[in-house]
């Protein structure tokens, strides 16, 4: 069993910063890609940042510039920090990973922590 645990979420005023935090856990052989997505209210949930094992991170053209993403392999875990916040980056991030197990290597998803950027 795979797990996925968030932690960072929290409110800010515009121009300010957040580091969100994400650290798998449970029967994990490898992890081919970390990364973030998120979600508004009445919006499709979309990619914001992810970093593929061993390859350079990608980014959503919305965050480029005002966020970065870290991962540390030895930990499973996955940090997105974020800069320069506006009210339109207020979502639901989720952490998602690929992960093999002894079983499957296949996407898992954090229970989701929330990001609210006042005006």
């Known amino acids: 069993q795979v797990q ?5 979420g929290g409110l800010v005023q515009a121009g300010g910063s957040l580091r969100l935090s994400c650290t798998a856990s449970g029967s994990i052989i490898s992890t081919y890609v970390m990364g973030w997505y998120r979600q508004a209210p009445g919006k499709q949930r979309e990619l ?3 970093i593929i ?10 965050v480029k510039g005002r966020f970065t993403i870290s991962r540390d392999n030895a930990k499973n875990s996955v940090n997105l920090q974020m800069n ?4 339109e980056d207020t979502a639901v991030y989720y952490c998602n990973a690929i992960i093999r197990t002894v079983v499957v290597q296949r996407p898992y ?3 989701g922590t929330q990001v609210t950027v006042s005006s």
Request: proline fraction near 8%; aromatic fraction near 12%.
């Open 4 to 8: 996925l645990v968030e932690s960072g």
């Open 48 to 50: 914001v940042a992810q």
């Open 53 to 62: 094992f061993g390859g350079s991170p990608d980014y959503a053209d919305s």
């Open 84 to 87: 320069s916040l506006k009210p």
């Open 109 to 111: 998803w954090g229970q």
